[in-house]
Each structure stands twice: as C-alpha cells, then as structure tokens.
C-alpha cells in the first residue's frame, strides 16, 4: 500500500498536472498584462481580449501555451511539495480535529513557502518563458544558461516577492476555504453537491487570496524578468510605484508626479470586472489572474481530503 505522504505527492502532481493545462494561457496572459509598458500619451489600454487575440494573431493558437513545458516542471513536483507538507504537518500538529482559521494560514503559508523554495528556479524559466522576451530552447537549457549568465542569484531572483506571494496566498486561502465549508449546511445537501459546494467554496476563497497578493506577483515577475535592473525588492516597488500610472491617471510630463498610488485601487475592482481593460501597475494582470482562481476549485477535492484526514482518492 502507498505511504500516506507519497500518495498525497502523487494526487497533488496530478491534479497540478491537469490545472496547468487548461490554464496555462490565462498565466501566459497574466505574465504578459503584467509587464505591458505603458503608452508616452497614456491613451492605450490593452486588456485581456485584445491581447489574446494579438498573441494568436503573432503566434499562433499553441502560442497560448507558451511555458507549458517549464509549467509542468513546476507544477508536478511544486503541487505534490505542497500537498504532502500541508498532509505532513496536519498529522504532525492536527490530530482528529480540523484546523482553526490562523493553524489554516500557518499550514497553507508553511507548505507553500517549501514548494516555492524548491521550485523557484523553474518558476524564473515559466515567467520568461511566457513573457517572449527570451528565446530558451529547453528548460534545462534555460537554467543552465541563467546559471551561466546571472549566477545564483538569478536562478533565484525575485525570492522575497514570490514568498511574499506565494505563502500568504495559500493561508488566506486555505483559512478561507475551511471556514466557508464549515458555514455551508452539509448535512442538509445532497452528497452529489458536494463537489459542486467545495468548488464554490474555493472559488470564493481564490478570489479574496489572489486580491490580497496581486501586487506581490507583479513585482515578483518584473524581478524575474530583469534581475540586473531590480537587485533588491524595493527597487522594483519603486519602479511600479513611481512609473506606472493608474488607469485613471495618465502619463504626465513628470510621471513620478502623477498620482502612482492610485495604481493599487485596481487590484480591488478590475479583479471582481472581467471584461473592464487591464493597465499596468500594481493590479496588472488581474483579469488574467483568474489562473489562479479557476484551478483553486480543481484542487479541492484533495485538500478536503487532507484536512480529514486521508489523502485524495
């Protein structure tokens, strides 16, 4: 019989596996709205429709799945890191009892912290991959020329930024999602609504996380893409904070006076409307970000499992 641990590796590298791809070109979209440069006149919008569209156009349908094949070397091993140390510490610190809200962050923030150590060299090979600014012929051949070019710390560029994202999106995330389940009236349900109810559930729960973290994933992909302009996280922070304009702000003759700040408020509306155009800053991305949110039902059945106890069957 299959050790407990390694049984939730495999159900997570499986259901990472079949989330990366069919998400795959909402990240793409997601990676590319991000480091979209604003227009000298401020006048351009590009949201995700258009760019779609271009992207087709220029690269053709498959283009869409540009950064599959680094997806897949981050998410099969990534996602079964995180579900077996999410499953090791609940049988470490939880025993025959489900976790309160902050034991839910700490459990969630914990194991995704780990997986995003492990794989984070891989995770610089998918964001330029999906960006078209590099032209790596393999992931291997990726790494083994960032490693060659910008040393280690190019292979782990934008650390501080993808932990600032990645840790505390699982652990609003998985607080939100245990508290909504236990609000829900389960005994009154239909078990055959069951994966209906945990899909909503982690609907909801995705799209608070990733409101919460946008701007840590905006700064983690522009320090990805050019580690040798952005040596520190604040820089990069600076950059966003002082260049790029809000939506409703445009580009003056002295963009730094222009009211940068306002370029937050979009990581709380454009999220919630799909079809409004996406400018770049610190919500940039954010109709794309549905990457995020759409696969957070897919891994529901595994991480209700693990909070009861028992690896996803």
């Known amino acids: ?53 271009r992207v087709v156009r220029t690269e053709s349908l ?21 579900f077996s140390t999410l499953y090791t510490m609940k049988q470490k610190f939880l025993v025959d009892r489900s976790p309160t809200a902050l ?20 995770t610089v090979v998918k964001t330029r991959y999906e960006s078209g600014r590099f032209g790596y012929g393999s992931v291997y051949g990726a790494l083994k020329n960032i490693y060659q070019t910008e040393g280690a710390r190019g292979m782990f560029s934008g650390l501080t930024a993808t932990l600032l994202r990645d840790a505390p999106f699982s652990g609003i995330y998985l607080m939100f999602y245990t508290q909504t389940k236990k609000l829900a009236p389960q005994d009154q349900l ?47 922070i600076a950059f966003i904070y002082k260049v790029v304009p809000s939506s409703s702000c445009p580009v003056t003759e002295h963009p730094e006076k222009s009211l940068a700040p306002l370029s937050l408020l979009p990581v709380f509306t454009e999220a919630l409307a799909p079809g409004a155009p996406t400018r770049v800053g610190a919500a940039g991305g954010n109709e794309a970000s549905a990457s995020y949110l759409l696969p957070s039902g897919w891994y529901l059945v595994s991480i209700r499992s693990f909070l009861q106890g028992t690896p996803a069957q």
């Open 1 to 53: 019989m299959m050790h407990p641990v390694l049984k939730a590796f495999v159900c997570g590298s499986i259901s990472g596996t079949c989330s990366t791809l069919l998400f795959q070109p909402l990240d793409l979209l997601k990676t590319r709205l991000q480091t979209l440069q604003p227009s000298v006149n401020g006048s351009s919008r590009v949201g995700m429709v258009t760019l779609i569209f």
């Open 62 to 82: 498959l283009g869409l799945w540009k950064g599959v094949s680094p997806s897949f070397a981050r998410c099969i091993p990534g996602v079964g890191i995180y």
């Open 103 to 122: 034991e839910s962050v700490f459990l969630g923030a914990t194991s995704r912290a780990v997986a995003g150590i492990c794989m984070l060299p891989v």
């Open 190 to 236: 239909d078990p055959a609504l069951m994966p209906l109810l945990n899909f909503g559930c982690g609907i909801f729960a995705g799209i608070l996380a990733s409101l919460a973290t946008q701007p840590a994933d905006v700064i983690k992909t522009h320090m990805q893409l050019s580690p040798q302009k952005y040596h520190r996280t604040t820089q990069a």
